[in-house]
């Protein structure tokens, strides 16, 4: 019974240690780690990937790990946001009433609490393809109301999937606490309206990260182009470009932009650069480089460039008191998968967590150099003696143990 027992004990031993290696080997792939600290509540928590992150981790990401302080990873979701696709949301104007009489036609009144001026209002209708029209009034009391735009011409209905579809209307500038559509379908049958309200823009910095990396920027115009070349301090991510332009007022140039790395320039988009001074795209560099065609027009007078990035970040579940890492910069690394994707509608309540500045990771293998040959011989003389030092180690202590054993 003494033996069987410390046969366990020593099985237990070496699943212990076997299992500190796998953990070790895990976390020490990665290259660069950053610190959460400690977790004041429970519960889901979106941890902001910082332009210092992104740029020493994989193009899409896919070595972002998060570990315990047992060295456990632990599953996430990632949720970037996309130029034009979020940047707008739609804020509903409640409905006061809606009414459809043959003898007086089709109203829709909605109430504007924002309280702030609109000019245009997208309205959702059950498909049709009528030809009416709308008139648009206002009202602050739903008593008396005044006329803002009229004879609308109501849209036909686009081929989709679900039967209904949006219009947008255009009106002088009004901010009238109540809304109400009027169509002109009297003693005729009503049209159907869903919803209405507005779509509004989301500021910039809700989704980007300035970056404080551009060095400087030199142009030259040959003949009817600008060569444009944007320096960075570092090799990083790059989304969003702003140019500052004081002249002209209004223009609208094609710009082709490269990414260069040395001799080697690749393309990155082709776009139109108009008076918003704008440009969206996606690259991983230290070198930018726009072409600007010109035309018959002047070159552009850029006084200044700056640059953005998206802003990433991956949501995870943290438990109260433990601390957490971050680790990143592995390249052999895919993107995990993690049984929380299944579970996203779970998530509501998500507080915002910013991770301390990454630093390299103490625990780092760095990958096994390639020598020059008349090293290897040695080389391997050192690795065939640390393994018969290693050998008889464990030997003496196996002996030791059932001797041991043995006497009990």
């Given amino acids: 019974m003494i033996r069987r027992s410390q046969k366990i004990k020593t099985y237990c031993l070496f699943v212990l240690l076997a299992g500190a290696v796998v953990s070790a080997s895990a976390q020490n792939a990665f290259k660069y780690q950053a610190l959460l600290g400690k977790i004041d509540s429970t519960g889901f928590y979106r941890i902001m990937l910082g332009p210092d992150i992104v740029a020493k981790s994989n193009g899409d990401l896919s070595d972002i790990r998060l570990a315990d302080g047992k060295g456990n990873f632990i599953p996430y979701v990632t949720d970037v946001k996309l130029p034009g696709v979020e940047h707008q949301i739609f804020t509903v104007f409640p409905e006061v009433h809606s009414k459809s009489r043959i003898d007086s036609g089709t109203s829709f009144v909605v109430g504007n609490l924002t309280k702030k001026p609109v000019n245009m209002l997208w309205v959702k209708l059950q498909n049709t393809t009528v030809s009416r029209t709308i008139n648009l009034f206002g009202s602050d009391n739903l008593k008396n109301w005044y006329i803002i735009e009229e004879n609308i011409p109501l849209q036909s209905a686009i081929v989709n999937g679900d039967g209904t579809y949006f219009q947008s209307l255009s009106f002088p500038q009004s901010s009238y606490h109540y809304l109400k559509l009027q169509v002109n379908d009297k003693n005729k049958a009503p049209i159907r309206f869903l919803q209405a309200g507005e779509y509004s823009n989301m500021e910039e910095s809700s989704y980007y990260f300035w970056l404080e990396s551009v060095m400087g920027f030199s142009k030259a115009t040959k003949g009817k182009t600008t060569f444009v070349t944007v320096n960075l301090k570092e090799k990083c991510q790059v989304d969003f470009l702003q140019l500052f332009i004081s002249e002209p007022k ?8 490269y ?16 008076s918003g001074g704008a440009l969206y ?9 726009l072409k600007i065609d010109n035309g018959d027009n002047l070159p552009l007078t850029i006084d200044s460039i700056e640059i953005s990035q998206l802003n990433h970040y991956v949501v995870c579940y943290l438990e109260r008191g433990k601390e ?5 910069g592995n390249p052999d690394a895919n993107h995990p998968n993690y049984d929380l994707v299944f579970f996203t509608d779970s998530i509501h309540k998500v507080e915002d967590l910013i991770p301390n500045p990454a630093t390299k990771n103490p625990i780092y293998a760095k990958p096994l150099v390639i020598v020059k ?12 003696a640390a393994l018969l030092l290693l050998s008889l180690l464990t030997w003496k202590m196996v002996t030791e143990v059932n001797n041991k054993t043995g006497q009990a």
């Fill in 250 to 257: 209004y223009f609208k140039r094609n710009v082709t932009i």
């Fill in 259 to 274: 990414s260069v790395d040395g001799q080697r320039r690749s393309l990155v988009s082709s776009a139109d650069l108009t």
């Fill in 324 to 328: 957490y890492k971050l680790y990143t």
């Fill in 373 to 384: 040959h008349e090293h290897t011989f040695i080389i391997w003389v050192s690795i065939i």
């Fill in 281 to 289: 795209l996606t690259a991983r560099t230290r070198q930018l480089e």
